[in-house]
């Protein structure tokens, strides 16, 4: 098997205001590169951000990617799935909050329902800690996607990327309660609280439950992935509260392999800073491991000065 091509773009602050278009080039470097055939449909899976938080990426950062869609007549959206507590819980206000964080140019659908029970399970092959993953039902049933992710800290994952947008990112609302707790039918009654970390899944063995759900949500398909190292800050932006970046801005990357992109992000950090910038790293052999992609990478760096 071939090694996997990550491209990359630096950013920087000369070139902030360029994002969506260094987003596009390089998703028209991938296509190009990988010669893949594009469907007629194909969503962009984002993430909106929670209320009160401002590092999330934002909707004008993704013009380039629908620009190059819909020059090509491909019919595309956003999607995403409903968190467990709070306002993007229901599909409902859910979409009221992506309304107001600026996600109005293309429609934007809640793929698990209104309350995020509708999902499908899909077996995980040779799932250790994961049998079947409910994986919410609008983007089980897609074929190609795009898949846009913010390279950032988590206080679960260690970090968050590509990895944890398919992992948790495309379980429906019960799905994550699932992936999340030790006895999700008492969460999912609200009476287990998100600190209560003896009744949920933390380190290591999460991780590797996130990669297993991660495979069910690939399930042997063909995505794109693009993740933004930008407002790189500690937490998740399901944190409804504004957070100041802990390093300054990376770059974009693209690749078709969820594993190595997200292994070029941490060790495209790690080299910069001289250290290991997040915990959570130990999800790499694993995922590779199980099929889900290649901790090798080929970097292709573009537009560096």
Not at 114 to 131: A, C, F, M, R, S
């Amino acid at each position: 098997m071939d090694t996997p091509k990550v491209f990359f773009h630096p950013v920087n602050k000369k070139n902030r205001s360029d994002m969506s278009q260094i987003a596009r080039r390089l998703l028209g470097l991938v296509v190009s590169d990988t010669q893949i055939r594009l469907s007629k449909e194909i969503p962009i899976k984002v993430h909106p951000g929670q209320p009160g938080n401002i590092s999330f990426i934002k909707p004008n950062n993704y013009d380039g990617v629908i620009d190059f869609l819909q020059e090509k007549k491909i019919k595309t959206y956003f999607i995403e799935t409903n968190m467990v507590t709070g306002p993007r819980s229901l599909a409902s206000t859910h979409l009221e909050v992506a309304r107001k964080h600026g996600f109005t140019r293309i429609p934007f659908v809640i793929a698990d329902g209104e309350d995020g029970e509708d999902h499908v399970l899909v077996p995980v092959e040779g799932g250790t800690y994961i049998k079947k993953a409910k994986i919410a039902r609008k983007l089980a049933d897609q074929q190609q996607m795009i898949v846009v992710s913010h390279f950032k800290g988590h206080i679960a994952t260690g970090f968050g990327a590509a990895i944890k947008m398919l992992g948790i990112g495309f379980a429906s609302r019960r799905g994550k309660i699932d992936a999340h707790s030790k006895d999700g039918t008492k969460f999912h009654k609200k009476t287990i609280n998100w600190s209560e970390g003896d009744k949920l899944y933390w380190g290591s063995l999460f991780h590797k439950r996130v990669a297993e759900y991660a495979l069910a949500a690939v399930n042997k398909k063909h995505y794109i992935y693009l993740t933004f190292a930008i407002d790189i800050v500690k937490n998740c932006d399901c944190d409804g509260v504004p957070m100041k970046p802990i390093y300054r801005d990376l770059g974009i990357f693209a690749s078709t392999d969820p594993v190595a992109i997200d292994k070029a992000c941490f060790d495209m950090l790690a080299q910069r800073e001289g250290k290991k910038p997040f915990l959570g790293d130990d999800v790499f052999p694993f995922a590779e491991r199980i099929g889900l992609g290649s901790r090798a990478y080929n970097l292709i760096v573009e537009g560096s000065e």
